[in-house]
């Protein structure tokens, strides 16, 4: 089994690449991207978390986090198109 610190690492890895990507990047598709990339490492955290402390919670707030990534990703792109 993998220890949960190497879930943690890689997690706070992509979500450090997320910010990057919002900082430096100036295209509204990019920024998306990296607000993505942010979600899915919050999401990394919580399934790794919630399978260490063996509680299903986590995995129950990444089920919602999804759920509201795929409006904002909708909404977003809707957006952009429009512009």
Same mark, same amino acid.
């Given at each position: ?16 690449? *997320? ?16 607000? #993505? ?34 409006? #904002?990703?909708?909404? *977003? ?7």
């Amino acid at each position: 089994m993998v220890p949960v610190n190497y879930y943690l690492i890689v997690a706070a890895i992509l979500f450090t690449i *997320g910010v990057l990507g919002v900082l430096i990047r100036r295209n509204a598709i990019i920024i998306f991207m990296s607000i #993505e990339l942010m979600l899915n490492a919050v999401n990394l955290t919580f399934v790794a978390l919630a399978r260490h402390l063996h509680s299903i919670d986590g995995q129950v707030f990444v089920f919602f986090i999804m759920t509201v990534a795929a409006a #904002e990703v909708a909404v *977003g792109l809707a957006i952009i198109v429009s512009i």
